[in-house]
């Protein structure tokens, strides 16, 4: 029953249950919860009813076995163990119930991280320019984004890619608009390019959506009193649009470093929910 531990862990995500409050719901002690979730204890039929009651969800699935989770962002070492545990339960369960849905992509072996951006920009038959609805454009080719609070990981966004199955995102309910696109388009660029390379991921983020044929003319523009209208055009952070003007080599270090404390100042978008 490899399945119970993600789904019970799964009730206190969703319903913010702590383990004494699952065992009262289901009639058993503390201990014997804490004990099913970490794999040692095996629970009878009788116990595993009163859990899909609880979930309202079907009781013979949860024998199923759970679904594979693959999150290829590296989280921070800071990141606490219960959430990181929460995580993949929340994402174990949502692989489940969208087993043998279309699955967007598996990962590369080799390539560079901007050309295969620009791969799966023409994959998805985007339109030149900003790509201001990323999570639109992620759901229409096979990744569903689901909002939660995943703040205590330190990331906006992460994503997990089984071999062959539906990519799932966990994106921040707090993160603002702006940064939520960075965060969605790095776990897109995780599953292209693979496990836990951070700089490829944000490599194929700027690519994707700053990309060079489109986005040129306006690096080249940018100014202290420009650098706000073009970071909203392309619906990013002034600060990503400075780096991919360096990263680009349109910008000098210098340069960098005066456009990047400029863009500093600027408001905080709201929040995408």
């Known amino acids: 029953m490899?399945?119970?531990?993600?789904?019970?862990?799964?009730?206190?995500?969703?319903?913010?249950?702590?383990?004494?409050?699952?065992?009262?719901?289901?009639g058993v002690s503390q201990a014997?919860?804490?004990?099913?979730?970490?794999?040692?204890?095996?629970?009878?039929?009788?116990?595993?009813?009163?859990?899909?009651?609880?979930?309202?969800?079907d009781a013979a699935q949860l024998a199923t076995p759970a679904p594979e989770t693959r999150v290829l962002h590296r989280l921070p070492a800071s990141a606490p163990?219960?959430?990181?545990?929460?995580?993949?339960?929340?994402?174990?369960?949502?692989?489940?119930?969208?087993?043998g849905d279309e699955a967007f992509v598996t990962t590369q072996t080799s390539g560079d991280p901007a050309e295969l951006a620009q791969s799966v920009r023409r994959a998805w038959q985007l339109d030149a320019g900003p790509l201001l609805n990323v999570r639109r454009a992620a759901e229409m080719h096979g990744v569903t984004c689901l909002p939660r609070n995943i703040n205590p990981l330190r990331a906006d966004a992460v994503g997990s890619w089984p071999v062959g199955a539906r990519g799932i995102v966990l994106i921040s309910h707090e993160a603002d608009v702006a940064n939520l696109r960075i965060a969605v388009a790095h776990e897109i660029g995780h599953a292209v390019i693979g496990d836990g390379d951070e700089e490829g991921a944000d490599a194929f983020a700027r690519e994707f959506l700053l990309p060079a044929p489109d986005v040129y003319s306006d690096l080249g523009a940018?100014?202290?009193s420009t650098l706000k209208v073009i970071a909203e055009r392309w619906g990013v952070p002034g600060s990503f649009l400075v780096r991919r003007a360096l990263y680009a080599g349109v910008i000098t270090a210098h340069r960098h470093r005066v456009l990047l404390a400029s863009a500093r100042s600027h408001p905080r978008v709201r929040p995408a929910s």
């Open 32 to 57: 014997v919860v804490s004990g099913i979730e970490a794999g040692r204890v095996t629970p009878d039929q009788v116990w595993m009813d009163r859990v899909a009651a609880v979930l309202d969800a």
């Open 2 to 26: 490899q399945r119970v531990r993600p789904l019970v862990g799964a009730v206190r995500i969703t319903r913010g249950m702590t383990q004494t409050d699952v065992a009262a719901a289901t």
């Open 222 to 224: 940018l100014t202290d």
């Open 81 to 99: 163990r219960r959430a990181v545990a929460a995580a993949h339960a929340e994402l174990a369960v949502a692989h489940a119930e969208r087993r």
